[in-house]
């Protein structure tokens, strides 16, 4: 979808007050933008702007390039400019948005009351991170005449709100990461201020060492955690090397040493292309490996990612088959031995996990490819097609939409049930899809046709969905099913015949459509993996795709009534 429109800018002068519009009709904010070197030289308002306009032209202003928020200043009074004091968290409103003057009387005809009305799209909080919203957007700003005859914004609330347009202008996302039991690093998707990029390096730093943000706490470890800090300011040498220097790291292992200067390459590699020389306490992090690019890091993901071998698979009329070659899987869960509503493939493509009808219910069996799969202790009237949680193994499904089971595996191969403390996730209403994502930190679910995203907190017996956000509450509805394209963005199908696949980031700030060409609702199922096509199901068949905009074309081995899915 488009995110970037063409600011347009509606400026109407006017004599006096008796000649002032009761209301502005909704347009995009003025976006005029400082060219570059303009520093902060702040031009003043238009002369006879009205307070409609006035107002409009100071929210375009709020993400303009310049210090301390010059360019929003210049639409306030003297003595507004000197002691306003705007909060660090930012609300994103759409590009349009209108402005109304208050109904209430005012006794000083020099006086304006101005309401901002418009839909909030999410905000950003203390963390830089994106927080998802679904509220109308509500300001209201106090606008006086003063002595020259000019308006200007008067005792201006502290709260901060820029258009989706402005933002995506003037802050830019960076997948910072921190370390997961699984194995690999998690990116925590955060946004910075994109201006000047040489102090880029330093806002990411400054991320890392305060941790993870609230939607991932607890699911992951900060390496760079306390004692760790940032020892003097991150700077670039002559020759280019981004020298980050560290304090605190005092009795920290070679192994964890390592780990860490993972955590910080992978987090910049997103900001600078340089050649990063990592110090603590003015040596090097890791003894005899002083400098480090991303290329030279070992592929945290191997243990995360199917196997190239392993192709998918497809349940089709009570069966598994074999996207490879279209063929039923070995065993009773291809030859028809179990009526199968739904399945999941381990990552390493050695199990199956297997939801079958079974006397007016369901139950799930886990067990080896081409082999017996042993019926386990879970079942119901429902189960959501399983998902396996990488790292541990574990087998997770939704019993009867309110209640979520695990399977564990021992070391003799017995598979035992433990709960999952899903009250925070189940608060929002039934369950009908649950997805890992393969780094096993976070899970996606479909309730009541929307799309939520969950942290996963703790291990062993115990285990809490926290956390819980709605993803893109205003435009994505009827959804159908999901899966994980990447750590940090999720392909979700729709009933919408106009937007069957979208593509959105693991936090909901961005949604992108798909081509929707020779796809015939509804679309019905998808799955997704790294470095593979993403296979869909709509009412004809199975449909591949790459990228977005591309064209879907038919599967090599397409089957009506299939629902895919590639190991996890």
């Not at 040498?237 to 993972?262: E, Q």
């Not at 509804?522 to 993996?529: D, N, Y």
Request: net charge negative.
């Amino acid at each position: 979808m488009s995110r970037l429109l063409l600011p347009v800018l509606c400026v109407l002068v006017l004599a006096g007050c008796a000649n002032v519009p009761l209301e502005s009709q909704p347009q995009v904010v003025p976006g005029e933008r400082q060219g570059p070197g303009s520093g902060d030289v702040v031009p003043d308002p238009q002369p006879n702007i009205d307070p409609l306009s006035l107002v409009r032209a100071f929210v375009g202003a709020t993400l303009k390039p310049g210090q301390n928020y010059a360019a929003a200043r210049a639409y306030m009074d003297e003595q507004s400019r000197v002691n306003w004091r705007p909060s660090r968290s930012l609300t994103i409103i759409q590009n349009t948005f209108g402005t109304v003057y208050d109904t209430n009387p005012k006794p000083d005809p020099n006086t304006q009351i101005v309401n901002v009305r418009g839909s909030e799209l999410g905000t950003l909080d203390q963390n830089s991170a994106f927080v998802p919203g679904s509220d109308s957007a509500f300001l209201q700003l106090k606008v006086r005449k003063q002595a020259t005859g000019q308006w200007r914004i008067v005792d201006p609330p502290p709260d901060l709100y820029a258009t989706e347009s402005d933002f995506s202008e003037n802050y830019t996302p960076v997948p910072v990461s921190f370390y997961s039991d699984s194995g690999t690093f998690v990116p925590d998707r955060r946004y910075v201020v994109a201006k000047p990029q040489s102090g880029l390096p330093g806002k990411v730093m400054d991320l890392l060492v305060s941790g993870p943000s609230p939607s991932l706490a607890g699911a992951v470890k900060n390496l760079l955690g306390e004692p760790v800090e940032i020892d003097t300011n991150v700077k670039n040498l002559d020759d280019g090397t981004l020298v980050v220097p560290l304090t605190g790291v005092t009795g920290v292992t070679d192994d964890v040493r390592k780990l860490m200067a993972a955590q910080i390459v992978l987090s910049l590699q997103y900001v600078t292309n340089a050649r990063i020389r990592i110090l603590a306490d003015g040596a090097p992090l890791v003894p005899n490996h002083p400098d480090w690019r991303a290329n030279e890091l070992p592929s945290y993901s191997v243990s995360v990612s199917p196997g190239i071998e392993q192709l998918g698979m497809a349940t089709v009329g009570g069966r598994i088959r074999s996207l490879s070659d279209g063929n039923p899987v070995p065993g009773p869960a291809g030859n028809g031995g179990y009526d199968v509503v739904s399945a999941a493939q381990s990552l390493d493509g050695k199990r199956l996990a297997v939801v079958e009808r079974s006397g007016g219910g369901v139950r799930l069996r886990i067990g080896d490819v081409g082999h017996e799969l042993p019926p386990v202790d879970i079942g119901g009237n429902t189960l959501s097609r399983p998902t396996w949680r990488s790292g541990t193994g574990e087998v997770w499904t939704v019993v009867d939409q309110y209640s979520v089971g695990r399977m564990v595996v021992g070391p003799t191969g017995q598979w035992t049930p433990l709960g999952v403390n899903a009250t925070d996730l189940v608060q929002q209403g039934g369950i009908t899809e649950l997805r890992f994502a393969r780094d096993g930190a976070r899970v996606a679910a479909v309730i009541k046709g929307q799309l939520w995203v969950a942290s996963v907190v703790g291990s062993g017996d115990s285990v809490s969905l926290r956390e819980p956000r709605h993803l893109q509450p205003r435009d994505l509805e009827d959804v159908l099913d999901v899966d994980w394209d990447a750590q940090d963005n999720l392909v979700v199908v729709t009933k919408s015949p106009s937007q069957p696949v979208v593509r959105v980031t693991m936090d909901g700030q961005r949604m992108d459509a798909f081509n929707s060409s020779n796809l015939t609702p509804t679309v019905h199922g998808v799955t997704v993996a790294p470095g593979r096509p993403i296979v869909v199901a709509d009412a004809n068949g199975l449909w591949i795709a790459s990228v977005l905009g591309e064209v879907w074309r038919p599967h090599g081995h397409t089957m009506k009534d299939a629902d895919p899915f590639y190991p996890g």
